[in-house]
């Protein structure tokens, strides 16, 4: 049941409780999921190295949900209530996550109306997200400095369930500098692989599969 992150072993303890992979299997399991239990210690490390607030974001349709959360500890952070709707296109987690979507899925997202991957709808620039993209497909994360919020900053990696599907993403917001973005970004992609590998997710096939469709 671990094998297909049907069940989550507790780090900490000797207790299980239902896992990811139950994600493709019902979505009326999915939203009874204890998030915070199964992502908490991810998202603590990724608070921690990075002194910003974690997140974790579920795909909903046209919609990412913020479902559990870690702040930074700090006097003064960036913080999202648990339960807040962004859209799937919108900046730093848009971007990561329509980066390692499907082609056919890719092209369906792009062709909506309104598109929020550089804040205002009336912002948005085409080459500027196809070069995004190959970025994010290379690093492993997108990043939004300012542009839907200014001063709150984002870096964004995909996330990954036990079948391969992209599922949603987990993220920082904070208030760091431009130059933390290496740094921070590869915290961002390293603890997200290991979040999506504890799924059961193949981070060889997911993580990499852009890259080999284009050589091939």
Same mark, same amino acid.
């Given at each position: ?161 036990? =079948?391969? !599907? ?5 993220? %920082?917001?904070? @208030? ?6 290496? #740094?921070? *970004? ?7 692989? =290991?979040? !999506? ?5 193949? %981070?060889?096939? @997911? ?6 469709? #284009?050589? *091939?």
């Amino acid at each position: 049941l671990q094998k297909y992150g049907l069940v989550h072993k507790d780090p900490l303890g000797k207790t299980y409780s239902l896992g990811f992979g139950l994600i493709s299997l019902s979505r009326k399991v999915l939203d009874s999921l204890n998030y915070e239990a199964i992502a908490g210690p991810y998202l603590k490390k990724l608070a921690d190295q990075t002194h910003s607030t974690a997140l974790l974001g579920i795909i909903d349709n046209a919609n990412v949900f913020v479902v559990a959360k870690q702040e930074a500890d700090q006097t003064i952070g960036v913080t999202t209530r648990i339960g807040h709707r962004f859209s799937i296109t919108h900046g730093a987690h848009g971007k990561a996550i329509v980066s390692f979507l499907p082609e056919d899925a890719q092209e369906k997202i792009l062709q909506q109306n309104r598109l929020f991957f550089h804040g205002n709808a009336s912002k948005f620039n085409i080459r500027r997200l196809e070069n995004e993209i190959k970025q994010c497909n290379k690093d492993g994360y997108a990043a939004d400095m300012g542009e839907l919020n200014p001063g709150i900053n984002v870096i964004a990696s995909p996330l990954f369930d036990s =079948q391969g !599907s992209l599922f949603g993403s987990m993220f %920082i917001m904070g @208030t760091f500098s431009e130059s933390y973005i290496p #740094e921070y *970004g590869s915290v961002v992609s390293n603890i997200s692989k =290991q979040f !999506s590998s504890m799924l059961g997710a193949d %981070i060889s096939q @997911t993580y990499g599969r852009k890259r080999l469709e #284009e050589k *091939g």
